[in-house]
């Protein structure tokens, strides 16, 4: 799954911290606690996934989540 934005995207020496917790960047808008991202990645890590981010090449950043999933045999299903 990917989320996109179109805003000015992350500095590029910030994209390593973002996930961290209570990371925000400098000047940001006030009302975030900066934990948003950083449960995203406790969610996808516990279900054995991966979470990315980067910086669109036309502004904006990118999210990528990847969580492995297992599809059962429609064999099995329909018995």
Sequence with gaps: MQVMD????????ELQ???NKFYRLEGS??????LGL???KG???AHNGNVTIENRKNGGSRIT?????EI???KEILL
């Excluded at 808008?29 to 900066?34: A, F, L, P, R, V």
């Design 29 to 34: 808008i006030s009302g975030g606690t900066g």
């Design 17 to 19: 911290n973002v996930f």
């Design 65 to 69: 989540v990847s969580i492995p999933t």
């Design 72 to 74: 059962p045999d429609m």
């Design 6 to 13: 179109r805003g000015p995207g992350f500095p590029p020496n």
């Design 43 to 45: 969610f996808v890590q």
């Design 38 to 40: 950083s449960i995203v």
